[in-house]
């Protein structure tokens, strides 16, 4: 992957297996892992794993975040709505890799449901080896820092 990381980790009842998998690679690859879970099967509100990945992006306390539920659709719905969070749902590589590139996206939204463990490994792999290129992009990305500024 890239230099030694801090990633926030978190999912929901749906995507615990994959999260934990997800920790496992980058534990081995040389990363640090914050798990903030869940850590079973029992159905959990996945918004409530979302913001406390999102709170530790924001906060500096991890480089990037990895949230995965059954679809991705509601982790990533839920990571938006912090200010300084750009989360990708992503389910392919070109995807991962354009979604760093263009959009400087800090969190990472899966859906186990959807990908296999395989694609998702490659997704991460893509994510994480990808910087932002700045650039035209920065352009774009201050818009949409203009949109949140003026948000109530």
């Given at each position: 992957?890239?230099?030694s990381l801090?990633?926030?980790?978190?999912?929901?009842?749906?995507?615990?297996?994959?999260?934990?998998?997800?920790?496992?690679?980058?534990?081995?690859?040389?990363?640090?892992?914050q798990d903030?879970?869940?850590?079973?099967?029992?159905?959990?509100?996945?918004?409530?794993?979302?913001?406390?990945?999102?709170?530790?992006?924001?906060?500096?306390?991890?480089?990037?975040?990895?949230?995965?539920?059954?679809?991705?659709?509601?982790?990533?719905?839920?990571?938006?709505?912090?200010?300084?969070?750009?989360?990708?749902?992503?389910?392919?590589?070109?995807?991962?890799?354009?979604?760093?590139?263009?959009?400087?996206?800090?969190?990472?939204?899966?859906?186990?449901?959807?990908?296999?463990?395989?694609?998702?490994?490659?997704?991460?792999?893509?994510?994480l080896g990808?910087?932002?290129?700045?650039?035209?992009?920065?352009?774009?990305?201050?818009?949409?820092?203009?949109?949140?500024?003026?948000?109530?």
């Amino acid at each position: 992957m890239t230099r030694s990381l801090i990633l926030a980790l978190g999912a929901d009842h749906g995507g615990v297996a994959l999260k934990n998998r997800l920790a496992a690679v980058l534990v081995e690859a040389g990363h640090e892992v914050q798990d903030f879970g869940t850590d079973g099967p029992a159905s959990v509100d996945y918004p409530d794993f979302a913001h406390a990945v999102c709170a530790a992006v924001e906060q500096k306390r991890a480089d990037f975040g990895i949230l995965v539920c059954g679809t991705g659709i509601g982790m990533s719905i839920a990571a938006n709505r912090h200010r300084n969070i750009r989360c990708g749902l992503v389910h392919d590589v070109t995807t991962a890799r354009l979604t760093r590139a263009h959009n400087d996206a800090n969190v990472l939204a899966l859906g186990a449901r959807i990908i296999g463990e395989e694609v998702a490994l490659d997704i991460l792999r893509a994510f994480l080896g990808t910087e932002f290129e700045g650039e035209r992009h920065e352009r774009r990305l201050a818009k949409l820092n203009q949109i949140t500024e003026h948000t109530p």
